[in-house]
């Protein structure tokens, strides 16, 4: 008899239990995953995929082509895409740390809008970085290798005065002052790499170096942003040049600027960079580690003209003129000022410097998570207040509470 009960309550507490789970997997409270799909869908059903490189100028304008082999949720942003790349040179050893800034980049920005990514090195990528970049680049990717004419000395530099001036920076321990290859690489990015035949597809670009992070959901096209207010060149931080890298830079400005007026424009940034109308460079410039750019304005006359006036100058390799100042130059006196953009909602870190927009509002409905403490922007080493003065720019409210 006991045994019958016993066997009764089971069975009750059984039912109860299959009362319990129908109710709790039919009701409506309880949330049911709603992702975008994965793998089973295939994410070009859900973007045009598009007959050759996305192009602005015509009247059908494709969008962005989605990473296939990734296996990530299809483009969320709805439209027509640039077209336009991020660029990232970068070596085999820099994987892990580019890993990281594409993960922002993708999270913040590029996953809503899948743009293409185009890698760079001096060295033939080998296949993990392919393998692993390709993963999490939700845009196609392409690898390229930089020619040797490219990332090498030029037949007029001499090569013993460019080793003895490694030396003598090297005793000063000037940062990179010994190196030869970080001088290729900043006399790539100056001159060399929005002319890789992998870049002459693309009009814009937003160049990702290792190790950055985005802090603020960037929820716009920002390339669309620069075509539809006619900016050519933008950046988050500026900051003064480390003298002694640089200290003929301004000289051989100077010497470009007289045999080729033609290209200074009226209306331009001189002031953003010089004190004394033109006569001595401050140092400012804009911090190119992030840049989102007019790829054709790099490749104009006027910026290869001036490019090719400081290689021969000799600058890259007999000091050590970095891509910065030679972008910030060239932006400052060959651009409209208003042809030039602050993004202040893209919220950004290089070692050792944040970029974190001033005002709470805008934080906290862009979901930053970066430190308002931690923002350079009104430190007395940055250069943007000079730029807010030259554009007649308001400072945002709650700015000195940043200084
Ligand atoms: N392929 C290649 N890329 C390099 C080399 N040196 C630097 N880079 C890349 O050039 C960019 C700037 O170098 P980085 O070390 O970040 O310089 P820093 O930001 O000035 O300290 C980064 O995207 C690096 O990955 C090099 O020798 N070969
Ligand atoms: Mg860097």
Sequence with gaps: MAGTQRYLRYIIFALICLILLFFISSSSTVPTANWPGYASENPTDAVPSPQSPAGQNGSEKPATSPNGGAKLPPATASGDRMNATFVTLARNSDLWEIAKS???VEDRFNRKFNYDWVFLNDDDFNDEFK????ALVSGKTKYGKIPTEHWSFPDFIDQDRAAKVREEMKEKKIIYGDSISYRHMC??????FFRHPLMLDYEWYWRVEPSIELYCDINYDTFKFMADNKKKY??????????DTIPTLWDATKNFTKTHPQHIVKDNSLKFLSDDDGENYNHCHFWSNFEIGNLDWLRSDAYIDYFNSLDHAGGFFYERWGDAPVHSVAAGLMLKKDEIHFFNDIAYYHVPFTHCPTGEQYRLDHKC???PKENFD??????????????????????????
């Design 131 to 134: 393998k692993v970049t390709t």
């Design 187 to 192: 006399r790539y990015e100056s001159g060399f």
């Design 378 to 403: 009104w430190n007395g080493y940055s250069c943007l207040s000079r730029y807010f003065e030259l554009n007649n720019m308001a400072k945002p409210e709650g700015y000195e509470k940043e200084q």
């Design 369 to 371: 998570h970066c430190n």
């Design 234 to 243: 933008s950046f988050v931080l500026s900051l003064y040049e480390y003298v």
């Design 102 to 104: 594409i993960r922002n």
